[in-house]
């Protein structure tokens, strides 16, 4: 069973904006704070966002923030990335990541890889000029 799915990417033109979601599979995690990161052929993995296991704590990366928020359902099941004033060069497969956290861990999803121990398959984020 795959733990995180995402969906929701697509192309769109520079300015418009998308959402992403990922569903996280009931049952799977207990507690887990989560991201977002994105890929580039040829590069590597960028952290995006963050967010704790409350919902309550979240953090952007420099180059997204005030223009993409990250958000969970009331019943932590579900993650979202709001993009909003897209540019071109967001282009990337976007991926959730997940980690399980104490329950009274409040701290948003780390910014490195290797603090996820659950992926999605990723989803195709296209921003035309």
């Known amino acids: 069973q795959v733990p995180l799915v995402e969906s929701g990417g697509g192309s769109v033109e520079a300015g418009g904006s998308l959402r992403l979601d990922c569903v996280v599979s009931?049952?799977?995690?207990?507690?887990?704070?989560m991201g977002w990161f994105r890929q580039v052929p040829g590069k590597g993995l960028e952290w995006v966002a963050a967010?704790?296991?409350?919902?309550?704590?979240?953090d952007y990366a420099a180059s997204v923030k005030v223009r993409f928020t990250i958000s969970k359902d009331s019943a932590k099941t579900t993650l979202y990335l709001q993009m909003n004033s897209l540019k071109p060069e967001d282009t990337a497969m976007y991926y959730c990541?997940?980690?399980?956290?104490?329950?009274?861990?409040?701290?948003?999803?780390?910014?490195?890889?290797?603090?996820?121990?659950?992926w999605g398959q990723g989803t195709q984020v296209t921003v035309s000029s």
């Open positions: 990541a997940a980690d399980d956290v104490d329950s009274d861990y409040e701290c948003p999803g780390g910014l490195a890889e290797y603090e996820y121990g659950y």
């Open positions: 009931v049952g799977t995690f207990s507690n887990y704070y």
């Open positions: 967010i704790s296991w409350s919902g309550d704590s979240t």
